[in-house]
């Protein structure tokens, strides 16, 4: 049964509890922590309060998002497409399913995306083709499926379809670096039936639609240093240590704290963004989002690398699943989701020349 959700935090927290445990594989591990975030009441988040639903600020789902990512990165990944795609199915364009979504999202329905491909999809009445990047398909109920039309040149509609609807084909075949347990493989679509579609134009409508997408992402970044940085020091705590690895231990804890303060800051910038403040303007959001992540980007990737100046040769040993090496890993990997030099010149733009930039899915 799906708890009623008061508190994201501790939610969050009994999620991260699961995947945690010992005596079992990592990847049994993170498969049963998806099992918990079901009926923890965190996939309803995004489901207005008119419909029941907790209506969650961004800055509580980031931090919720943030605390899995303690515990483990891929973890943290799984939902942030459900969070970011959810929020579409109340969007005004199809009301009169909206609750009948409210009520699958409060009962732990879990939606992971099929948007990126190598051939262009496109959705009709039905859907044929591969998507690739596919993040959480292997343990989803439903996956929102984006494409175009016949005839269009990129992507303007999705729809979402059951993960286990004939003719859908989830391989999961993600084998990367690191985020080894996101299940980011493909989705082979043969003739789909399409049901409601929903647009691009009225979901980049919604307000801060890509910077919510990138402040979970870096939420998802500075959990997973937190992590490293919080590893590291257990191995390296002394009663007594030398200057320099006391100096170093400050430096890394400082830089952490960046991480966390640029996040939080970005999150109470969308929060007032959602919350209909007059004073907040979409572009300006945009911008304080983009520059956290390239901040956070830059933080915790160089946070999970050096924290190995502060342990020593000790802490490369053991390397793996479980190793100190698995935050970096899966740092390199999730923050390469984008190219983090793009941002800075839209950033770089923006100072220059005063004008708003375009937002869109990552901006």
């Not at 980031?62 to 579409?88: C, K, M, N, Y």
């Not at 801060?208 to 959990?223: E, K, N, R, S, T």
Request: proline share 6%; charged share 20%; with cysteine.
């Amino acid at each position: 049964m799906t708890a009623v959700l008061t508190d994201p935090l501790s939610a969050a927290g009994g999620v991260a509890a699961v995947v945690r445990r010992g005596g079992v594989p990592r990847a049994t591990r993170v498969r049963d922590a998806v099992a918990a975030l079901r009926t923890s009441g965190l996939l309803a988040a995004t489901v207005p309060a008119r419909l029941g639903g907790p209506e969650l600020p961004p800055s509580a789902i980031a931090a919720a998002v943030g605390l899995l990512a303690e515990a483990d990165g891929s973890l943290a990944q799984i939902p942030q497409s459900h969070f970011t795609f959810s929020r579409w199915l109340f969007d005004g364009e199809h009301p009169d399913v909206e609750q009948f979504w409210a009520d699958r999202l409060l009962a732990g329905t879990l939606i992971a995306n099929a948007q990126a491909e190598r051939e262009p999809v496109v959705v009709d009445a039905t859907v044929n083709g591969t998507k690739i990047f596919c993040t959480g398909s292997p343990f989803a109920d439903v996956l929102a499926v984006t494409g175009r039309r016949p005839g269009e040149g990129a992507q303007t509609v999705a729809t979402f379809v059951a993960a286990d609807a004939p003719g859908t084909d989830i391989v999961d075949d993600w084998d990367a670096l690191g985020q080894r347990f996101t299940g980011s493989g493909t989705v082979r679509f043969r003739d789909v039936p399409v049901g409601r579609l929903y647009s691009f134009d009225r979901a980049l409508a919604l307000p801060g639609y890509g910077a919510f997408a990138q402040l979970l992402h870096a939420a998802v970044d500075v959990g997973t240093a937190t992590a490293a940085l919080d590893a590291a020091l257990g191995l390296a705590a002394t009663s007594a240590p030398d200057p320099l690895t006391a100096h170093l231990a400050g430096e890394l804890t400082a830089q952490r704290f960046a991480a966390q303060a640029v996040v939080e800051k970005a999150g109470r910038a969308l929060d007032a963004l959602w919350a209909g403040d007059p004073t907040t303007r979409p572009a300006e959001v945009a911008l304080e989002v983009a520059a956290a992540k390239v901040t956070t980007g830059a933080l915790t990737v160089d946070l999970a690398s050096r924290v190995y100046e502060l342990t020593g040769t000790r802490a490369t040993a053991g390397h793996g699943d479980e190793g100190l090496d698995r935050h970096w890993r899966d740092l390199r990997t999730h923050t390469l989701h984008e190219r983090r030099r793009d941002k800075l010149a839209v950033l770089g733009r923006a100072a220059l020349t005063g004008e708003d930039p375009v937002t869109g899915p990552q901006l």
